[in-house]
């Protein structure tokens, strides 16, 4: 029995290592007297912005506003169909159905986790009506194939989302940033992500002036002007200043910590080699490694083993979103084959900046040592 406890994420570590520059941003804004939609947030929403390379950023309270927000501001209407992953633990999901629309659920490839051009395809062939958006997800921080699923979108005609909650600074090879391909793009700055706060945040990114428009409207109430509600679905929804501070100064750190996520998870890929463990392929600045997920068919018994090594993991995510237990029937006759098989058999290892060399190892150590 291991002594060793490894987090599969450590925040205590990650505020350590910040804990001065962020003391003095809550310093700072405590002394401004602005603490909602003052300069910290028109600082960061334009730094962001400039970082995606999009003309637009709006801030909203978290990740899942965001989704449904930039719906609300696209036109997606009740009755509408939006075409999303089903193994991305119900967030697309729960913004489609917010606003009082159609899930379709389309299947993802075993390796990647990720929609494809083809599964989107088949989702669309599918469905009994044709979808008027879709919502790709980076998952686990990797960039889904975006030229070929920006013209399958064309081609339907569909609003393209993209879901970037878990993959902040992802590059493409076409040397575009993850938020920079969709006709509008969301993000969360939940504190475990590549990018996070000291608490809830999210942000919508758009090259459309009218859709950018519409979105800061809705995060507050739909005001046109002070009291004039214009819009219908506005609620409360603002990125609060101390923790645009924050992000502020924690995004020029993003690059280096991404690539650490990386040289872990492509150590991992590389070292980790148990016949009943599939790792993913290695990856250069396509992946942030937000997770680390293997996928073994004991996985249960892979976790129980991890434990005993003292090695932490999670299971994200184990349920599809059509199979959650709100729908009750309603999508009864859904069936993905690797949705189904992903969710039975993923399992996350620890994979964070502020990981120790020996602690990787160990983690490497204790996955070969697995009896399988």
């Known amino acids: 029995m291991s002594t060793m406890t490894i987090p599969v994420n450590d925040l205590k570590r990650y505020a350590a290592e910040s804990a001065g520059s ?34 637009h950023c709006i801030s909203v309270a978290n990740g899942t506003d965001a989704l449904e927000l930039a719906l609300r501001a696209a036109g997606i209407v009740p009755g509408d169909a939006v075409v999303v992953a089903a193994n991305a633990a ?13 899930p379709i659920f389309a299947d993802v490839v075993e390796a990647t986790a990720l929609l494809t051009a083809d599964t989107i395809r088949q989702a669309i062939g599918e469905a009994t009506k044709a979808p008027r958006a879709l919502i790709v997800t980076h998952l686990y921080g990797r960039l889904a194939d975006m030229p070929e699923i ?12 993209e879901d970037c909650a878990q993959a902040h600074g992802a590059i493409g090879v076409d040397g575009r940033r993850a938020g920079a391909y969709g006709d509008i793009a969301t993000f ?114 892979l976790r129980a083993h991890l434990s005993s090594s003292g090695v932490g993991t999670d299971v994200q995510y184990p349920t599809p979103d059509y199979r959650q237990v709100m729908h009750g029937d309603r999508f009864a006759r859904v069936f993905l084959p690797a949705t189904e098989i992903l969710c039975g058999q993923v399992l996350t290892l620890p994979c964070f900046p502020e990981m120790f060399d020996a602690e990787i190892d160990a983690v490497i150590a204790a996955c070969n040592a697995w009896p399988g």
């Open 22 to 55: 962020l003391t003095e941003c809550a310093v700072e804004v405590l002394r401004s007297g602005h603490y909602v939609l003052g300069p910290w947030v028109n600082a960061f929403e334009s730094t962001f912005a400039d970082y995606c390379a999009v003309e």
């Open 90 to 102: 119900m967030y697309g999901t729960t913004a489609v159905l917010a606003i009082g629309a159609d």
């Open 150 to 161: 920006i013209e399958v979108a064309k081609t339907a005609g569909m609003l393209l989302i």
């Open 188 to 301: 969360s700055f939940y504190p475990t992500k590549n990018l996070g706060a000291l608490g809830d945040g999210g942000a919508v990114t758009t090259n459309d002036d009218c859709i950018a428009d519409r979105v800061r409207k809705l995060r507050q109430y739909g005001w046109s002007s002070k009291y004039c509600n214009a819009l219908e679905g506005g609620r409360n929804s603002r990125l609060d200043e101390l923790q645009a501070a924050f992000l502020c100064r924690l995004l020029p750190d993003l690059e280096r910590r991404n690539k650490r996520r990386r040289e872990i998870a492509n150590r991992y890929s590389l070292e980790i080699r148990n016949p009943g463990i599939a790792t993913p392929p290695t990856a250069g600045a396509e992946y942030v490694a937000h997770l680390y997920v293997v996928t073994a068919v004991r996985r249960d018994a």
